[in-house]
């Protein structure tokens, strides 16, 4: 036996779990059906359709244990195994009951050089969790996650695959937990940019509802 299969890196998944949605509950709508043949008649093949069809399941189950995995790949004529590599690729996809709001903590490399891992252990601090793990409220998951793509805005966190919250110190993460324990998701803010500022007044969102001036990110206090 490979000695993978008996020391694995992480947890292997287990070949037939309990499931958490009845045969009943597993069906989509006629809506939701007409809605997924909409997305793979964009693509040549139905696996191009897999993301987006993943994505609805996940909005109508809340998280994508294997039996849903597997309505999902049944419903586009595909192989589970392929569908479950997509879905447990992407760390926006949930394989597990969540909180009601993920704080997704980035810690890359920009993030990590700025802060990221600051960010995280001060969460886990204030949360009581560890990464991976859930407040006994099931308010809060937090989750470690490579590169949020706002390198230039570190450290990073976004809640819940929506809004991000940048250049975070230990105050703004207590105000944004405060917010969200009280209902209130933080709004999209555009940062300025300092090369736009002479064009655009540094704003390249005129659409936003707020933004916010940009600034040198910190240098972490350390990086473990």
Same mark, same amino acid.
């Given at each position: 036996?490979?000695?993978?299969?008996? =020391?694995? &890196?992480?947890?292997?998944?287990?070949?037939?779990?309990?499931?958490?949605?009845?045969?009943?509950?597993? @069906?989509?709508?006629?809506?939701?059906?007409?809605?997924?043949?909409?997305?793979?008649?964009?693509?040549?093949?139905?696996?191009?359709?897999?993301?987006?069809?993943?994505?609805?399941?996940?909005?109508?189950?809340?998280? %994508?244990?294997?039996? &849903?995995?597997? #309505?999902?790949?049944? /419903?586009?004529?595909?192989?589970?195994?392929? !569908?479950?590599?997509?879905? /447990?690729?992407? $760390?926006?996809?949930?394989?597990?009951?969540?909180?009601?709001? @993920?704080?997704?903590?980035? $810690?890359?490399?920009?993030?990590? @050089?700025?802060?990221?891992?600051? &960010? #995280? =252990?001060? %969460?886990?601090?204030?949360?009581?969790?560890?990464?991976?793990? $859930?407040?006994?409220?099931?308010?809060?998951?937090?989750?470690?996650?490579?590169? %949020?793509?706002?390198?230039?805005?570190?450290? !990073?966190?976004?809640?819940?695959?929506?809004?991000?919250?940048?250049? #975070?110190?230990?105050?703004?993460?207590?105000?944004?937990?405060?917010?969200?324990?009280?209902?209130?998701?933080?709004?999209?803010?555009?940062? $300025?940019?300092?090369?736009?500022?002479?064009?655009?007044?540094?704003?390249?969102?005129?659409?936003?509802?707020?933004?916010?001036?940009? !600034?040198?990110?910190? &240098?972490?206090? /350390? #990086?473990?």
């Amino acid at each position: 036996m490979a000695d993978f299969i008996k =020391h694995p &890196v992480v947890p292997l998944p287990e070949r037939d779990p309990e499931p958490v949605f009845s045969t009943e509950e597993l @069906v989509f709508t006629d809506e939701e059906k007409r809605q997924i043949e909409a997305y793979v008649a964009r693509y040549p093949t139905a696996d191009g359709a897999v993301m987006r069809t993943l994505w609805l399941a996940q909005e109508k189950f809340g998280f %994508l244990p294997p039996e &849903v995995i597997r #309505l999902v790949a049944d /419903t586009l004529g595909l192989p589970y195994a392929q !569908v479950y590599g997509v879905a /447990t690729f992407y $760390t926006q996809y949930y394989k597990k009951k969540m909180g009601k709001y @993920v704080l997704d903590v980035c $810690t890359c490399f920009s993030c990590q @050089v700025c802060g990221g891992y600051d &960010v #995280l =252990h001060y %969460l886990e601090e204030k949360l009581g969790i560890k990464k991976g793990e $859930t407040t006994e409220d099931g308010l809060f998951t937090i989750q470690e996650v490579e590169c %949020l793509g706002a390198c230039g805005s570190a450290p !990073v966190l976004q809640v819940t695959n929506g809004p991000y919250v940048f250049n #975070l110190t230990e105050e703004k993460i207590d105000r944004l937990l405060e917010d969200l324990r009280a209902g209130k998701m933080p709004a999209f803010t555009s940062v $300025t940019l300092p090369q736009d500022e002479d064009e655009m007044g540094g704003n390249r969102r005129t659409d936003a509802p707020q933004t916010a001036t940009y !600034v040198t990110p910190p &240098v972490s206090k /350390t #990086l473990e």
